[in-house]
């Protein structure tokens, strides 16, 4: 039994298969889910953590890891809802802000990795603490607003499609055509699987990583849009502990935090299944501590059915 | 005389910059106490039972919204149209709080009751319940004068303050160096406290206040500020901390630092670990911050879905506990993270 | 054919080299220390001193734990959440009755060692990350110490508890500094001068290796993973003294203060390098740090760019260090 499941799941699609059966027993055994309004809001829920996520994935193939999106994607919802104060004329600002502070700490975390050859692990996890307290210097409590714009992106449909499940597509589409169709794409993958022998291949690989961090702060500038959005207001806190969520969905959709391996189209999988997860609870009722519980419970169980083979290989 | 209408003018405008500011604070005090007094017609909300009451909580992780919310349920079970009382907990995260909002609007409730994580945050997804002919009630937190939020069910933090603050002059003479420790920076609670706060100091000039910090009504952060703040000042003579849960933390930093003879602390609330620590040492008070405003949240609820026209605030008021009578009120057999209730025992939390 | 004296000079210069790469994060101690010292006098005050360890108790104890868990090249991200969790089941097992203390604290070590074996059990046995393991065991913890508590911290610490731990010896030392300090001798002796610490190292540095040669990879594993969750129980009790029974959520966001001491220390997530000193002392910088950003005047929250940076440069010096010859 073990087997015939950890094998479903440990195909290469095992987490769409999750999706798949998530989403059919919501929809039997839950009468409110299958409303259009509720798929509606799960999608808008989600959206921007796929997006997050989508970044994440990408840097972690490439043998990184970034831990400081989370703080990032609070910093620019600050800035940004601070910036813009409710002024629609402002929104131009406010996402070539968004993307470019996403961009520009993207661009110092993988300069710094070049430089330092410290662990990004710990380089990023720096990085996190930087920031958050450069958010807390610079306020202490919710300032600002977004404009009308930004909350019309983060919650509302065209022709009955969330416009934030739009961008959520694009970004994916072009996340994977980048990393599938692209001579840039393979040099990730082989950065990610073996530095040295891609080095020797003649792969430059420094440049490879660095635009591996710029396109995971790029994937927050984005998120953080639509967060900004979502909240109306520049709260502070807002990123708290998306990093670990992301990083969490991108192993649970089948990519390797050793590198060489990953897919986009797992990792936005993943988002769905807690998403989707998420609300189903809620919509049963179940009390907010036991959700914890059961979030819990999904991650182990899902990174234990979801092992790679045993290869030789200690 | 060109000289002299300058002169007067220029002093009329000095006096007006200085009061203009706590003149502005009076101000705010009285627009809110008229808005508060505006009449809700709730005939846009009125609807016949059986009622599906929602909660949407902005946290869980704090033993006075349990209790609050122990007082919705407790006063639920008294109303037999009342079917279902739903609850979410957003965890501190605005977002999911605005992803609640929208879930509760999904199954279909006929009242929202809430505490917010960030008001403006879940501006957007009130209105949607708001819209949806769903009224909805700010719960325990400050007034909220905002077209998504029907009506509010308050306690005056400002009037909480002020007694708090006045108590504390009293018993420390009129005169010395005291700090605040405040909530979450930014919620009503903190803002209207230290305003507050203020207030009342410009009426005993011989009180200086060192710093203002934020505790986030925590206990263990409360410690922490406090022992940082004895390091940095050789003199404390009172603190201000209208909050128990934080009040005890930074009592117990002072204690163990050797300095609690020096210091006067101001009354707290009825939070047990505090009402513990004034019946031993037989200073500070309380003044209440009631957890039953979860039973007048619902109860206002109610009246606005039976069509009945109410004002767009309710105010809860505070009442003093001297020291002395403190003790009554302490249960000292209850853990500390625990709160002086009207609740019946079958409906304390476990 | 090397000149003698190039030899003789190059060796001196190897042997202060790895002499400053063990000991750099002491050398970084002394220096803050010094800076702390000129700002501001209470530095040279032992009951200041002390105090500082006092705090750093919490955070240190656990971080022993974790120190020995990522020799091995693993991670322990769930200490957080096993020091809330302990911390409320040592105040409910208390129930305000001195004579519950040492089966309150009992029961604290044993559920953080069952945790901390139920890691160990899971990563021993498969191919998965302890990073992600430890994370989603994080929330599980977090998900059973809501549901046991209710939301309120329940449980109720037994009169004089708190008042023993801080009570200060000689009007000066405070008891949970020697426990502390205590735990982290232990700590060190477990891995200087146990087969098992050992074997942390040799596993650690290489794995293939230590397996061919016969050690036991997955009972040592196991036994890592649960001192450290050991430690965290520990390090509950400790928060548990020091600051009273305030929330469920206590611990929360601990585990990263604990990582920054363990890194900051020299020990790495490669495993097969670092100790508990290094560990130690970099609880000390940390919060050296923190207290003088605080004396100093600079906003609160500056802290945390200070953490920040203070990380990154040390790690960076580190590994110019190991790599300078």
């Known amino acids: 039994m073990r087997n015939a499941a950890s094998s479903a799941l440990g195909s290469r699609y095992g987490i769409v298969v999750l999706l798949g059966a998530t989403l059919l027993a919501a929809v039997i055994g839950i009468p409110e889910f299958g409303s259009l309004g509720n798929l509606t809001n799960v999608a808008i829920q989600s959206a921007a953590m796929a997006i997050l996520a989508i970044g994440q994935t990408v840097v972690i193939i490439a043998g990184l890891i970034d831990l400081s999106v989370g703080m990032l994607i609070g910093l620019i919802v600050v800035i940004t809802s601070d910036l813009m104060n409710g002024q629609s004329a402002m929104t131009p600002i406010g996402i070539l802000v968004a993307l470019g502070l996403g961009a520009g700490v993207g661009l110092i975390n993988g300069t710094l990795n070049n430089l330092l050859r410290i662990h990004p692990l710990i380089l990023t996890f720096g990085m996190m603490s930087v920031l958050q307290g450069t958010i807390f210097v610079y306020t202490d409590r919710s300032v600002g607003r977004t404009s009308p714009e930004f909350v019309w992106m983060a919650n509302e449909t065209i022709a009955g499609v969330p416009f934030s499940a739009i961008l959520l597509a694009a970004v994916a589409l072009m996340a994977y055509f980048l990393l599938n169709r692209t001579r840039f794409g393979r040099h990730v993958y082989a950065v990610g699987g073996n530095e040295e022998h891609a080095r020797r291949a003649g792969i430059a690989t420094g440049p490879i990583k660095v635009w591996a961090f710029v396109i995971s702060g790029l994937s927050a500038g984005i998120a953080g849009i639509l967060v900004a959005g979502r909240l109306g207001t520049g709260y502070p806190n807002a990123g708290v502990g998306f990093e670990l969520d992301a990083i969490v969905a991108v192993v649970l959709g089948g990519t390797s935090l050793a590198g060489g391996r990953g897919s986009i189209l797992g990792t936005v999988a993943a988002v769905f299944v807690l998403g989707v997860a998420s609300n189903a609870l809620n919509l049963l009722e179940i009390s907010s501590f036991v959700q914890i519980l059961i979030k819990g419970l999904i991650v182990v169980i899902a990174i234990l059915l979801n092992q790679p083979k045993r290869t030789a290989l200690a | ?350 | 054919m090397t000149d003698a004296n190039e030899q003789g000079g190059g060796r001196w210069r190897f042997v202060a080299q790895s002499w400053a790469r063990s000991y750099a994060i002491w050398l970084v101690l002394a220096l803050l220390f010094v800076a702390a010292a000129t700002l501001s006098e209470a530095f040279l005050r032992p009951i200041y001193i002390f105090n500082i360890v006092r705090q750093a108790a919490p955070v240190g104890i656990a971080a022993i734990g974790v120190t020995l868990v990522m020799i091995l090249g693993g991670v322990d991200l769930s200490v957080g959440a096993i020091i809330s969790l302990t911390a409320v089941l040592t105040a409910v097992t208390m129930d305000g009755q001195v004579a519950n203390i040492p089966l309150a604290i009992v029961v604290a070590l044993a559920a953080g060692a069952l945790i901390g074996g139920i890691n160990g059990v899971l990563t021993a046995y498969n191919r998965i990350s302890p990073f992600i393991l430890t994370l989603g065991m994080a929330i599980v913890v977090t998900g059973v110490t809501q549901i046991y508590s209710g939301g309120t911290a329940r449980g109720i610490a037994a009169p004089g508890f708190r008042e023993f731990f801080n009570f200060r010896i000689g009007g000066m030392v405070p008891v949970l500094a020697i426990g502390f300090l205590g735990l982290a001798a232990v700590g060190v002796w477990l891995q200087q001068a146990t087969r098992f610490g050992r074997s942390l190292y040799l596993i650690g540095s290489n794995p293939r290796a230590a397996r061919l040669s016969g050690l036991p990879v997955e009972k040592v594993t196991i036994a890592a993973y649960a001192v450290s969750g050991l430690m965290g129980g520990m390090a509950g009790v400790a928060l548990l003294a020091r600051s009273g029974v305030s929330s469920t959520f206590a611990g929360r966001g601990l585990e990263f203060d604990v990582l920054a001491a363990v890194v900051l220390g020299g020990t790495t997530f490669q495993g097969g390098r670092g100790g508990i000193a290094g560990t130690i002392a970099g609880v000390f910088v940390l919060l050296i740090a923190f207290n003088l950003v605080n004396i100093v005047g600079l906003n609160y929250n500056a802290q945390l760019i200070v953490k920040g940076v203070i990380i990154i440069v040390a790690s960076a010096a580190y590994v110019y260090l190991k790599e300078a010859r």
């Open chain 2, 1 to 350: 005389m060109k000289k002299i209408i300058g002169l007067i003018a220029a002093i009329t405008l000095a006096l007006g910059m200085w009061a203009g500011p706590s003149a502005a604070a009076e101000d705010d005090r009285v627009l809110q106490e008229q808005r508060a007094a505006e009449l809700v017609d709730a005939s846009a909300f009125k609807k016949s039972g059986p009622y599906k009451i929602g909660v949407s909580a902005g946290y869980l992780g704090n033993s006075w919204v349990v209790f609050a919310l122990q007082h919705i349920k407790y006063e639920a079970s008294l109303h037999e149209e009342i079917t279902d009382v739903l609850t979410t907990d957003a965890a501190f995260n605005p977002a999911k709080q605005v992803a609640d909002i929208e879930d509760l609007v999904s199954k279909g409730v006929d009242l929202i009751l809430y505490w917010p994580v960030d008001d403006k945050a879940i501006e957007g997804a009130l209105k949607k319940a708001t819209d949806k002919g769903i009224p909805t009630i700010n719960t325990g937190g400050g007034y909220v004068h905002s077209p998504s939020v029907t009506a509010s069910a308050f306690i005056d933090q400002w009037n909480l303050g002020e007694m708090v603050a006045r108590r504390l002059f009293q018993d420390l003479g009129g005169k010395g160096k005291i700090f605040a420790m405040l909530p979450i920076a930014g919620t009503t609670a903190a803002v209207d406290q230290l305003a507050a706060l203020k207030a009342v100091m410009k009426e005993y000039p011989g009180i200086e206040l060192l710093s203002a910090e934020y505790g986030d009504w925590n206990r263990a952060k409360a410690k922490q500020i406090t022992e940082n703040l004895l390091q940095k000042y050789s003199h404390i003579d009172g603190v201000f901390s209208p909050a128990g849960q934080m009040s005890i933390g930074v009592a117990e930093a002072i204690d163990e630092a050797g300095r609690l003879g020096e210091v006067t602390m101001s009354p707290g609330d009825e939070y047990n670990g505090w009402l513990k620590w004034v019946r031993d040492h037989k200073q500070g008070g309380a003044v209440t911050f009631p957890t039953r405003v979860g039973q007048e949240a619902l109860r206002l609820g109610l009246r606005m879905l039976r069509g009945e026209t109410v004002r767009r605030g309710l105010r809860i008021p505070s009442e003093y506990i001297s020291p002395g009578a403190a003790g009554a009120y302490a249960e000292m057999d209850r853990p500390d993270d625990w709160w002086a209730s009207t609740l019946p025992d079958a409906w304390k939390p476990k």
